[in-house]
C-alpha cells in the first residue's frame, strides 16, 4: 500500500517537475477572445493580487492580500473564468470542498470558499519557500533528500485516502 502511494506521489513530483517555465502577470481569458492582462496589483472582491506564484491544468494561484483581515494568502482561480465549462466549474468547487475538510500538519489548510463575479476561488495560508519544481531545476535530487521530502506527502496523501479525499 505505502509503496502504490509512493508511486503515485512521485509520478506527481515528475509532473511538476516538468513545469520550467516563469510565471508572468496573468491573462484571465474572457469570452470573445478578450482577455485581462495587465499589471498588479489588481482586486478581487475582499483580496489584493500581489503576484502570481503558480498556475496547472485547472487553476492560476496568487499571492494576495486579504483585504479585511490585512493578511497575506495564496489565492486559487479556476484559470478558464467565463470559458470554463459546467464540468470544470464543478471539478473546481469539488477540490475546493474536499481541500476545506482536511487537516493535516502537511497540507495547506482553506480559509474561505467563494465566488466572485462568478469566478470561483478559494483562499488558503500562504506557504513561503521555493517549489519543487525550481528545487529540481538543476536535476535530481539526491535519493535520501528525495525520500525526506516524500515522506510528510505520501502521509499527508495517505490520511486524506483514509478521510475520503483523492488527489
Do not use: W
Request: glycine fraction near 10%; hydrophobic fraction near 45%; charged fraction near 25%.
Amino acid at each position: 500500500q505505502e509503496l502504490r502511494e509512493l508511486g503515485a506521489t512521485m509520478m506527481i513530483a515528475e509532473d511538476f517537475a516538468s513545469f520550467s517555465g516563469e510565471f508572468n502577470a496573468p491573462t484571465i481569458e474572457r469570452p470573445g477572445g478578450a482577455s485581462l492582462a495587465g499589471t498588479l496589483p489588481r482586486t478581487f472582491g475582499d483580496y489584493e493580487l500581489l503576484e502570481e506564484i503558480g498556475r496547472g491544468g485547472m487553476g492560476i494561484v496568487y499571492r494576495a492580500r486579504q483585504k479585511s483581515l490585512g493578511r497575506l494568502v495564496a489565492l486559487k482561480m479556476i484559470l478558464r473564468g467565463d470559458l470554463a465549462s459546467p464540468a470544470e466549474m464543478a471539478r473546481f468547487r469539488a477540490e475546493a470542498a474536499s481541500a476545506a475538510k482536511v487537516l493535516h500538519p502537511h497540507i495547506v489548510p482553506v480559509y474561505e470558499v467563494g465566488e466572485e463575479g462568478g469566478q470561483p476561488y478559494f483562499s488558503m495560508k500562504l506557504i513561503e519557500g521555493t517549489t519543487l519544481a525550481r528545487m529540481l531545476a538543476d536535476g535530481p535530487l539526491p535519493s535520501r533528500k528525495a525520500a525526506e521530502l516524500l515522506v510528510p506527502i505520501c502521509r499527508a496523501i495517505a490520511d486524506s485516502h483514509r478521510r475520503g479525499v483523492l488527489h
